[in-house]
């Protein structure tokens, strides 16, 4: 059993900042790539950022110079620093991990969900 668990979400003005987490437990062998996805209401899930267990990380275009992806590998852990946000950040933010349990089956992962209101 695999669990990815979000916090971190909230209300916060245009031009504030929040900080999400996701920590990964359970039979967890090894973990790949960790990455942010959002979803708006009437909207797609889209991508947000992406990181390698390497550290390589990547953005959408729309978060780039704003957001920062980063992760503890010791913790199973992956956070999101989200700055200078905007209204139009505004969604359900997901966690996501690509990952081999210990019983050696590989798959793809995701959290519940938190919810990001950037609103005045």
């Known amino acids: 059993q695999v669990q990815l668990v979000e916090s971190g979400g909230g209300l916060v003005q245009p031009g504030g900042s929040l900080r999400l987490s996701c920590a990964a437990s359970?039979?967890?062998?090894?973990?790949?790539?960790m990455g942010w996805y959002r979803q708006a209401p009437g909207k797609e899930r889209e991508l947000v950022a992406g990181?390698?267990?390497?550290?390589?990380?990547n953005y959408a275009d729309s978060v780039k110079g704003r957001f920062t992806i980063s992760r503890d590998n010791a913790k199973n852990t992956v956070y999101l620093q989200m700055n200078s946000l905007k209204p139009e950040d505004t969604a359900v933010y997901y966690c996501?991990?690509?990952?081999?349990?210990?019983?050696?089956?590989?798959?793809?992962?995701w959290g519940q969900g938190t919810q990001v209101t950037v609103s005045s």
């Open positions: 996501n991990a690509f990952l081999s349990t210990s019983q050696g089956v590989m798959g793809r992962y």
């Open positions: 359970g039979s967890i062998f090894s973990i790949n790539a």
């Open positions: 990181i390698t267990s390497g550290g390589s990380t």
